[in-house]
């Protein structure tokens, strides 16, 4: 059984680094693992923060016992938005461990901001029955109404992904770091919102302070909610990572297999007109088609 999980890891991780040898990027088994167990415990803490606004519904509000239980009112509704909290921080974290494709917009879209519309689709219906309810005292209404529109708002924009990153920025920037430096290695802090090419230019245009500074991959640094590659790399390589400037040109010019449009997205507009990359990848050649084998010859019967 051992040797069989074992076997099945080692095809998994060849089947992943033959992946990103063809520029797409797959998350390691390991934080795919944790994206997983964070998805589910997600979607746990979301299932009781609903089953609780059910109650605090069907148990206190619809029967007219908010007057006499108006506290544990109160309670239910934080306990409800901690829930939905918790939740939204793990979908986000497990999103940054192993992230959606761009190319389905929709899909894209939909997971990462999953987190606000459950938040969205649990808080309202409450709050219109709050306010709806001519049952409820005035000012128990106003007070547990107020209260769940600021706790419903927070909630939802701690489900909002500002910082959405796509499988394909990981690939794009593993291979703009990668031709620079011959390895998937990057410096950043974890409080920052950049990942720089070396440890000086980390230092010096980054401003991360010695003590924040750490490395990781390209991955690492998504999983760590850094936002982006900085998009003054050229500079960085030129000025501060002594990276020669052929190998500068060569990504620029599409020779990692980028097109123009891949490389733009990591430039400052102002640096994007140094891309000489062509717009779309040439098609590869279909595989030339072997000669179907000639029929063996049989011999006549004696």
């Known amino acids: 059984m051992a040797d069989d999980k074992s076997k099945a890891a080692k095809a998994a991780e060849r089947e992943r680094a033959a992946s990103i040898a063809e520029g797409n990027w797959v998350p390691s088994a390991q934080n795919k693992s944790k994206a997983t167990w964070f998805r589910v415990a997600a979607i746990v803490l979301w299932i009781a923060a609903i089953a609780v606004e059910l109650y605090l519904i069907f148990k206190i509000i619809v029967p007219g016992e908010l007057g006499n239980k108006f506290t544990l009112a109160i309670i239910l509704l934080v306990v409800m ?8 921080l793990l979908w986000k974290k497990a999103n940054h461990l192993d992230p959606a494709s761009e190319k389905n917009k929709f899909r894209f879209f939909v997971q990462n901001q999953l987190g606000a519309i459950i938040t969205i689709l649990a808080f309202l219906p409450l709050i219109v029955l709050i306010f709806m309810d001519k049952n409820i005292d005035g000012k128990q209404k106003g007070i547990l109404g107020g209260l769940a529109v600021i706790l419903g708002a927070a909630v939802a924009v701690s489900g909002m ?20 430096t011959g390895s998937d290695q990057v410096f950043y ?53 002594n990276v020669p400037e052929d190998k500068i040109q060569n990504v620029l010019s599409g020779g990692t297999g980028l097109t123009a449009g891949d490389l733009k997205d990591t430039l400052n507009p102002d640096e994007a007109g140094e891309v000489k990359a062509p717009a779309t990848l040439p098609s590869k050649a279909p595989a030339p088609s072997l000669p179907a084998p000639a029929p063996a010859s049989q011999r006549p019967a004696a």
């Open 81 to 88: 938005a901690v829930a939905a909290l918790g939740g939204n």
């Open 189 to 241: 802090s974890k409080k920052g919102s950049k990942f720089h090419v070396c440890e000086q230019a980390a230092l010096v245009t980054g401003r991360v302070q010695q003590a924040n500074l750490t490395h990781g991959t390209v991955a690492d640094a998504h999983a760590a909610g850094v936002k982006e590659l900085t998009k003054l790399w050229p500079t960085e390589a030129r000025k501060h990572c």
């Open 161 to 180: 992904d500002f910082n959405a990153v796509s499988s394909e920025q990981i690939a794009r920037e593993r291979n703009v770091v990668q031709a620079l």
